[in-house]
């Protein structure tokens, strides 16, 4: 039987530095990363040294700028070595993103004082961020947050909880959109916090479907001090910087979902292959062909879209409806083509000695995670027919 394994990502790529960029990223997934994803998770097991592995080869940064110790590539490059490496585990690859997310705040609405003092060490100093904006209470209407933040003369002090937290217990600071006036969206500020502040603690991590590697938690505040110095931005101006944040962080979480759906139809492809029934391979039966020419087709939609979304990103033009959009796709695509997956391998598929099933339970929290896909469909609708009358 000829060899049709499943081969690299054919990538569009700006410029040799990009390809170089994949090829080192390629490298580290498969020598660091993909064999041990699946007793990792299966373990709950949280890989603290791969992402210094992956700060000391300068992939945290990627999107920042090199004087602060970034990678000055642009998103359209970023975002697909994000796919790579959440095509090896996702629980880095969200990593990855959520890090990116928590320093965006700083990097994009900080002063050149700010910046220069957190920067570095946040971009390429083997630190990893948090970002708090969802509430028990507050999820999708982040706008009602209760958490506090009181002026006490030069300091701020910061009381409340924050939920559904990446990285909560184990980050080295957090970027955490508190109320320092009244109620609404213009009542919020941003504050960079240590992750080893007083009065700073984190629950027990919640008991996931899958990514159980990746620590996801509670972070309590009770009466954590900081310095007027580490707000960030205008006093009101936070709920602006979170949704300044989200848009860049939802095609984050598109390119993840592709690198997600890339492994999944990887592994149906090989499996498909190398599987007889009825003396031939079961690649070979036309009802599985287009269930496989389907899932390859989704994927190839969604990364396109995504990539459209990063490009108006890179020439600073609006892309706040594309990067809904490319979440909503994107995630809904991976939903669909790692339950497809599972079905490829039929009962293989459905026990842990094979990834698709964790694939399966892996995609399913990104229709979820920054903004649910039903909420991406209100930013959608809301650009294509203008705000709801009510």
């Known amino acids: 039987m000829p060899d049709r394994a499943p081969q690299p990502v054919d990538r569009q790529l700006p410029t040799d530095e990009a390809r170089d960029l994949i090829s080192l990223v390629r490298d580290i997934a498969q020598r660091e990363i993909a064999p041990k994803a699946a007793a990792e998770e299966d373990a709950g097991r949280f890989p603290r040294d791969v992402f210094g592995l992956l700060s000391g080869s300068g992939l945290l940064g990627l999107p920042y700028d090199s004087e602060y110790g970034g990678g000055d590539q642009p998103y359209e490059v970023?975002?697909?070595?994000?796919?790579?490496?959440?095509?090896?585990?996702?629980?880095?690859?969200?990593?990855?993103?959520?890090?990116?997310?928590?320093?965006?705040?700083?990097?994009?609405?900080?002063?050149?004082?700010?910046?220069?003092?957190?920067?570095?060490?946040m971009l390429g100093g083997g630190l990893l961020g948090a970002y708090c904006l969802s509430e028990p209470s507050s999820g999708s209407?982040?706008?009602?947050?209760?958490?506090?933040?009181?002026?006490?003369?030069?300091?701020?002090?910061?009381?409340?909880?924050?939920?559904?937290?990446?990285h909560g217990g184990v980050a080295d600071f957090y970027t955490v959109l508190a109320r320092t006036g009244g109620e609404g969206p213009r009542g919020i500020s941003a504050f960079l916090v240590p992750g080893d502040a007083a009065g700073l603690s984190a629950a027990a991590p919640e008991k996931k479907m899958g990514m159980k590697g990746s620590p996801t938690a509670q972070v309590h505040f009770d009466g954590v001090r900081v310095g007027d110095d580490r707000r960030i931005g205008e006093e009101g101006q936070g709920f602006a910087i979170a949704l300044?944040?989200?848009?860049?962080?939802?095609?984050?979480?598109?390119?993840c979902a592709i690198g997600v759906?890339?492994?999944?139809?990887?592994?149906?492809?090989?499996?498909?292959?190398?599987?007889?029934?009825?003396?031939?391979?079961?690649?070979?039966?036309?009802?599985?062909?287009?269930?496989?020419?389907?899932?390859?087709?989704q994927i190839e939609a969604g990364?396109?879209?995504?990539?459209?979304?990063?490009?108006?990103?890179?020439?600073?033009?609006?892309?706040s409806k594309q990067a809904a959009m490319a979440k909503l796709l994107c995630t809904d695509a991976a939903m669909k083509v790692t339950t497809d997956a599972v079905q490829v391998l039929g009962g293989y598929g459905y026990t842990a000695d094979f990834p698709a099933e964790r694939y399966m339970r892996e995609a399913k929290v990104l229709q979820i995670v920054e903004g649910t896909n039903q909420i991406q469909r209100m930013v959608i609708a809301r650009h294509l027919a203008g705000p709801d009358s009510r």
């Open 141 to 166: 209407d982040a706008a009602s947050l209760r958490t506090k933040a009181v002026r006490d003369g030069d300091e701020w002090v910061i009381t409340g909880t924050k939920a559904w937290i990446t």
């Open 78 to 121: 970023y975002l697909q070595v994000l796919e790579e490496l959440a095509a090896a585990r996702l629980t880095v690859g969200l990593g990855v993103s959520v890090h990116s997310l928590s320093c965006h705040a700083l990097a994009n609405y900080g002063t050149k004082e700010q910046r220069a003092e957190h920067l570095p060490a």
């Open 303 to 319: 990364r396109a879209l995504y990539l459209a979304a990063a490009r108006l990103r890179d020439a600073e033009r609006p892309f």
């Open 261 to 297: 759906a890339q492994a999944a139809l990887d592994e149906a492809v090989a499996y498909a292959n190398g599987r007889q029934q009825f003396g031939r391979p079961i690649s070979d039966f036309q009802g599985l062909r287009f269930m496989l020419a389907d899932m390859a087709t």
């Open 244 to 255: 300044s944040a989200l848009d860049s962080g939802r095609l984050g979480i598109a390119a």
